[in-house]
Nanobody, 128 residues
Framework: QVQLRESGGGSVQSGGSLRLSCQTS????????IGWFRQAPGKERELVSC????????YYPDSVKGRFTVSRDNARNTVYLEMNNLKPEDTAVYYC?????????????????????WGKGTLVTVSS
């Protein structure tokens, strides 16, 4: 059974930091690109990071670039999202997701063409 389980969410003040974890099971993480998405109330889901299966390539939108860092440990079946200098507009439910990666996929593209598996999310609340 495929599972992606996010953890590490919580409430922090503006300028604070959180580290999210995505523990995976039921599939071989090393074959999959991982995307972190977020969805705030009343807003569309937004991709905030993507990392290729090897970890060699990453993508961030301008809204989080320089503040968020994605990493992975395939041996531990875990992907991380380090979030620094958090802002109130970062408040959202954060989801990790996985997509089978094929030759030619890049971090800029692979997480934008539909994901295969999703976690249930973890809530991040940033107060001003």
């Amino acid at each position: 059974q495929v599972q992606l389980r996010e953890s590490g969410g919580g409430s922090v003040q503006s300028g604070g930091s959180l580290r999210l974890s995505c523990q995976t099971s039921g599939f071989i993480l090393g074959y999959y690109a991982i995307g972190w998405f977020r969805q705030a109330p009343g807003k569309e889901r937004e991709l905030v990071s993507c990392i290729t299966k090897s970890g060699g390539s990453t993508y961030y939108p301008d809204s989080v670039k320089g503040r968020f860092t994605v990493s992975r440990d395939n041996a531990r079946n875990t992907v991380y999202l380090e979030m620094n200098n958090l802002k109130p507009e970062d408040t959202a439910v954060y989801y990790c997701s996985a997509r089978w990666e094929v030759v030619g996929d890049t971090a800029t593209s692979v997480c934008n063409i539909g994901m295969d598996y999703w976690g249930k999310g973890t809530l991040v609340t940033v107060s001003s």
